[in-house]
């Protein structure tokens, strides 16, 4: 690691394929699902376990984050407002996944509805995180 803050390689890698491939899959899935695009390919069991499995080594990833990354990018106040923004749209994402799964049929579509836009939010936040970093490294 040459600069404070600098995730591995590894862990970029991990973090950055985990969550690229949960976003894909989701929108994939809310395509196919939702918006009946593709729905023989996109909106299947599959896309959606795919979708499933990747969120959690997603978590894992935020995980691997979290203890250094989070506390560094606080101390130096740098990129602050799109890195709490993603933890909270995280969360907000990880509850709403547990819900759809173990959660009361009753609210079933209310959270469905909370999840997708959600993730959609987080993708753009996500997205707009890595600009902000290869900014940073690479200035015009």
């Known amino acids: 690691m040459s600069r404070l803050g600098k995730m591995a390689s590894w862990q970029k890698y991990f973090v950055l394929t985990g969550m690229l491939i949960c976003?894909?899959?989701?929108?994939?899935?809310?395509?196919?699902?939702?918006?009946?695009l593709?729905?023989?390919?996109?909106?299947?069991?599959?896309?959606?376990?795919?979708?499933?499995?990747?969120?959690?080594?997603?978590t894992l990833a935020l995980g691997s984050v979290l203890p250094f990354h989070l506390k560094v990018g606080l101390k130096a106040n740098r990129k602050v407002i799109s890195g709490?923004?993603?933890l909270i749209v995280?969360?907000?994402l990880t509850i709403?996944?547990?819900?759809?799964?173990?959660?009361?049929?009753?609210?079933?579509?209310?959270?469905?509805?909370?999840?997708?836009?959600?993730?959609?939010?987080?993708?753009?936040?996500?997205t707009f995180h890595g600009v902000?970093?290869?900014?940073?490294?690479h200035p015009s």
């Open 23 to 36: 976003s894909s899959s989701g929108i994939a899935y809310l395509l196919g699902s939702q918006f009946s």
């Open 38 to 58: 593709q729905k023989e390919w996109l909106g299947t069991h599959s896309v959606l376990s795919v979708h499933g499995i990747t969120a959690i080594i997603a």
């Open 84 to 86: 709490i923004s993603q």
């Open 90 to 92: 995280l969360s907000i």
């Open 96 to 126: 709403s996944g547990a819900l759809l799964y173990y959660g009361p049929a009753s609210i079933r579509d209310d959270i469905i509805l909370i999840h997708w836009l959600t993730g959609l939010l987080f993708f753009s936040l996500f």
């Open 132 to 137: 902000l970093a290869q900014r940073r490294l």
